[in-house]
């Protein structure tokens, strides 16, 4: 089992943990609902953020010349972070022996925790160790600082890393609407950052969605995105992974497997297309009415409407997030579409 601690005084600040892969909506935004939204990690799991996260942060205009790419960032942001590396995530009900500090507690957030920096402070010799984040329209969260916390035990913790075929049995995706007919914020988030990567890996040609219920997640955006003014030789999108038919489009929307953060290995020339595995399990699997037993793919033509009569919104902060690390972005006709989201500040997206 994995169990992180307090680099000063030793005390364990975790239950037993297995690592995951970083959610695509882990800093998601959604909306200003009531109160914030379920915790981003499953129970006894654990994920690692590899770049810099949180304050401080540093302007875009104060960068040297170059220094943003250094960074792996492609296109302006308002500002970077300049915070540690390795920032460990934790559902809130995996914490142990950490208390939230109220003199540590900033006042940007609005009814919750926004989590600017380390509100959290360790029990035993009151070192700030991590930063409680449950402010409304935000997934819960707790993420332990690398400056003051550490592995103090490492092994394969309470979940087991399943391989393919497993997923699909165990772990069947999430529905498209939340219970108030809405698109489920995941679907926003992970649409968003697929579609980063799609138009990315487009290249700026034409793309072609045989398939009505991908088509009906990225047309009407990618008609508003890129219009009819792209022209060239039309590039297919199909999905592709665990249990498909091998893919035989241009582009494929291929899996990121939810522990371990890989995609789905294709053949080349066929180009991948990060989706998050509970949308992808979804749309490749999910029938109405269930089929008993094994999921067994049936036509895609044959099937309704994920979300009868409203568009997928993508989430604007997320899609621009993921597109500024891309270093295709800096294309002319990419980098207009991203530069859309300049008089917000990046923080939010016409689509
Ligand atoms: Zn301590
Ligand atoms: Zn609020």
Redesign the pocket.
Same mark, same amino acid.
């Given at each position: 089992m994995t169990v992180l601690g *307090?680099? @000063? $005084?030793?005390?364990a600040l975790t239950a037993p943990v297995s690592r995951v892969a970083l959610p695509v909506h882990t800093r998601q935004k959604y909306h200003n609902g009531p109160g914030s939204l379920d915790p981003v990690l499953e129970p006894g799991t654990y994920a690692v953020d590899p770049l810099p996260s949180g304050s401080p942060w540093r302007r875009w205009a104060d960068l040297e010349a170059g220094e943003a790419e250094e960074h792996g960032w492609y296109a302006p942001r308002f500002s970077i972070s300049d915070g540690p590396a390795g920032q460990v995530l934790l559902a809130p009900g995996d914490v142990r022996g950490a208390v939230i500090d109220p003199s540590l507690v900033g006042d940007s957030a609005c009814c919750g925790l926004g989590g600017g920096k380390p509100n959290m402070v *360790?029990v @035993? $010799?009151? @070192?700030p160790?991590a930063t409680r984040i449950d402010d409304c329209g935000r997934w819960q969260a707790v993420w332990l600082d690398p400056r003051t916390t550490s592995v103090i035990e490492i092994g394969p913790g309470p979940h087991p890393t399943l391989d393919w075929t497993d997923l699909i049995d165990q772990r069947p995706g999430i529905p498209p609407s939340t219970p108030d007919g809405n698109w489920h914020p995941i679907w926003e988030a992970a649409a968003a950052s697929a579609l980063a990567h799609l138009l990315a890996a487009s290249g700026g040609d034409p793309i072609l969605i045989p398939d009505h219920r991908v088509a009906e997640i990225f047309r009407p955006t990618l008609d508003r995105l890129v219009g009819p003014a792209s022209t060239g030789p039309e590039r297919a999108l199909f999905l592709a992974g665990p249990g498909l038919a091998a893919a035989d489009g241009d582009l494929a929307l291929v899996p990121e497997h939810p522990q371990t953060g890989e995609l789905w290995p294709l053949a080349r020339p066929v180009k991948p297309v990060p989706l998050a595995w509970d949308v992808w399990a979804h749309l490749a699997f999910h029938r109405d009415p269930k089929p008993v037993g094994r999921p067994v793919p049936i036509l895609p033509e044959a099937l309704p409407a994920l979300l009868p009569g409203s568009r997928l919104k993508p989430d604007g902060q997320i899609f621009l997030s993921v597109l500024s690390r891309l270093p295709k972005v800096k294309q002319l006709w990419l980098r207009a579409i991203y530069d859309r989201g300049r008089p917000y500040n990046y923080s939010y997206y016409p689509f």
């Amino acid at each position: 089992m994995t169990v992180l601690g *307090c680099r @000063t $005084c030793g005390a364990a600040l975790t239950a037993p943990v297995s690592r995951v892969a970083l959610p695509v909506h882990t800093r998601q935004k959604y909306h200003n609902g009531p109160g914030s939204l379920d915790p981003v990690l499953e129970p006894g799991t654990y994920a690692v953020d590899p770049l810099p996260s949180g304050s401080p942060w540093r302007r875009w205009a104060d960068l040297e010349a170059g220094e943003a790419e250094e960074h792996g960032w492609y296109a302006p942001r308002f500002s970077i972070s300049d915070g540690p590396a390795g920032q460990v995530l934790l559902a809130p009900g995996d914490v142990r022996g950490a208390v939230i500090d109220p003199s540590l507690v900033g006042d940007s957030a609005c009814c919750g925790l926004g989590g600017g920096k380390p509100n959290m402070v *360790c029990v @035993t $010799c009151g @070192t700030p160790v991590a930063t409680r984040i449950d402010d409304c329209g935000r997934w819960q969260a707790v993420w332990l600082d690398p400056r003051t916390t550490s592995v103090i035990e490492i092994g394969p913790g309470p979940h087991p890393t399943l391989d393919w075929t497993d997923l699909i049995d165990q772990r069947p995706g999430i529905p498209p609407s939340t219970p108030d007919g809405n698109w489920h914020p995941i679907w926003e988030a992970a649409a968003a950052s697929a579609l980063a990567h799609l138009l990315a890996a487009s290249g700026g040609d034409p793309i072609l969605i045989p398939d009505h219920r991908v088509a009906e997640i990225f047309r009407p955006t990618l008609d508003r995105l890129v219009g009819p003014a792209s022209t060239g030789p039309e590039r297919a999108l199909f999905l592709a992974g665990p249990g498909l038919a091998a893919a035989d489009g241009d582009l494929a929307l291929v899996p990121e497997h939810p522990q371990t953060g890989e995609l789905w290995p294709l053949a080349r020339p066929v180009k991948p297309v990060p989706l998050a595995w509970d949308v992808w399990a979804h749309l490749a699997f999910h029938r109405d009415p269930k089929p008993v037993g094994r999921p067994v793919p049936i036509l895609p033509e044959a099937l309704p409407a994920l979300l009868p009569g409203s568009r997928l919104k993508p989430d604007g902060q997320i899609f621009l997030s993921v597109l500024s690390r891309l270093p295709k972005v800096k294309q002319l006709w990419l980098r207009a579409i991203y530069d859309r989201g300049r008089p917000y500040n990046y923080s939010y997206y016409p689509f």
